[in-house]
């Protein structure tokens, strides 16, 4: 079953581009967003990317974290993470629990995974959810409701 407006953030682990284990327990009582995106390097994913790198500044403002969550491994992740000098974490789902998890939708009749943004409040509740497979938007979305969620 997806995540719907009003859910809250399930716990879960996962492994982080640094190798390391990543616990949901790390971000309680903090505004966080959730993007999941097709691929490490593509076009579309690398520019979704740099734009939240961009605005990470504001996100952290908001006292926001932000985490990238694709099926590619950790090596493949702290490579990315490196080349575009990515401040985020970056958590590995190669067996898709996570997307299961979330309820993340294949896009193009199935053939390319989802692209989704969650956006948590502080209380864990999800506040806010946007589906669309081009990279446009998430980041001015993300950060407009966040804006409105701490105001």
Sequence with gaps: MAIQIGDYLPNFKATQQDGNSFDTVLIKEKPVVIYFYPKDFTPGCTTQACSFRDAYQDFQDLGAEVIGVSGDSATSHQDFQKKHNLPFILLSDSDRKLRKLFGVPTALFGLIPGRVTYVFDASGKCIY????????????????VLKKSVA
């Design 129 to 144: 959810i946007f589906d669309s497979i081009s990279a446009k938007n998430h980041i001015t979305k993300a950060l407009q």
